[in-house]
């Protein structure tokens, strides 16, 4: 193949060959829009001599959040602002993909992925498994915060991050079991994800541990369609608790705040008081909420942080393209109600 000259590159682009130095030796003045030519004729003509920050000017530095979000925005948003300064930091653009619930069950190849705009994608709360199936296929670096319970770590071609939950509810759970409280039920779907089902089975483990029996009467664990998200839906399975006629539990543990907020809401509404009848924890330390401390514990993560860590692992994955595939556990702290405590 013949070598590239300064002289090939000034043909291409019409100018004079003492322009092309001038940008190379970046000496004199050059329009912006006439160095923009000339240094995408170099590259595209494979000049040999190519500084290396033109190459880095040049590369495609955007990167595509596909994202669905519950009616807690507070969580997701503080966690797509840490994504965003993050991101900004290492002076990549920032794209958004919003998706309704019905548009996940119907998931397709957003536009944006159709050509090569985009060096990246984050994928948040967007738990459908045909929708990893057709991510995968795009052969785009990915990181995905969270993935559908019936997926496995080792068939996704991606990163994964996630908050760990079973052991810290385990410990939730054995401090209920402290104070002498045996009916204990959980609310959460455990079909939703891996992260929510991890929480339940930290929640059986420590049961099983101390000997106790889950009534399954006293806990929700699979959703008829809002994930007890939806306005009224929790309530609703509630009411049909109530209807057994069996006796309410000494205390719930709640897959996040999001859920057990809504509980206390309903448990109040029915007459009882909480935590003095009923004792309930959260995970996710939201604290914009005026139930926050009726909550037993929950756990605290720094939400903003989340999304950091995953900007900055997409990032990574970009420039290691054929490194083993993470999988990444964030520790949350878990956060006691002293006041109920007497503390």
């Known amino acids: 193949m013949q070598r590239v000259r300064i002289s090939d590159i000034a043909d291409e682009v019409n100018v004079s060959r003492n322009t092309v130095s001038k940008v190379f030796n970046n000496r004199g003045h050059v329009s912006e829009h006439t160095r923009e030519k000339i240094i995408r004729a170099a590259i595209d003509l494979g000049y040999e001599k190519i500084p290396e920050e033109w190459i880095n000017e040049r590369q495609v530095k955007n990167i595509l959040v596909i994202a669905t979000a519950p009616d807690y925005s507070y969580y997701w948003g503080e966690i797509i602002n840490g994504i965003i300064d993050e991101l900004e930091e290492e002076k990549y653009n920032c794209f958004y993909h919003f998706l309704s619930p019905q548009q996940i069950r119907d998931f397709t190849i957003p536009h944006m992925l159709e050509g090569n705009e985009i060096s990246g994608i984050i994928i948040m709360n967007v738990y459908e498994p045909k929708a990893v199936e057709l991510i995968n296929g795009l052969n785009i670096p990915t990181v995905y915060f969270d993935i559908p319970l019936e997926c496995d770590n080792w068939d996704i071609k991606a990163d994964v991050i996630s908050v760990e939950g079973r052991r810290s509810v385990m410990k939730i759970t054995k401090d209920f079991i402290d104070q002498g409280l045996e009916e204990i039920g959980f609310i959460g779907d455990i079909t939703y994800c891996k992260s929510i089902c991890e929480r339940w089975y930290g929640f059986k483990q420590m049961m099983t541990m101390e000997g106790l029996e889950i009534n399954k009467d006293h806990c929700l664990t699979q959703s008829p369609g809002g994930r007890f998200y939806c ?30 907020y809504k509980l206390i809401s309903k448990l109040e509404k029915e007459g009882y008081k909480v935590p003095e009848d009923v004792k309930v924890s959260g995970f996710d330390g939201i604290e914009n909420n005026e139930n926050k401390d009726k909550l037993s514990s929950t756990v605290k993560v720094e939400t903003k942080y989340i999304g950091s860590r995953l900007a900055e692992q997409i990032v990574w994955r970009i420039e290691n393209k054929d490194r083993q595939y993470e999988t990444i556990k964030i520790n949350g702290d878990i956060v006691w109600n002293h006041k109920e405590r007497g503390e």
């Open 231 to 260: 306005p009224n839906e929790l309530s609703n399975q509630m009411d049909k608790m109530f209807g057994k006629n069996i006796s309410m539990p000494q205390a719930f543990v709640c897959a996040n705040d999001a859920i057990a």
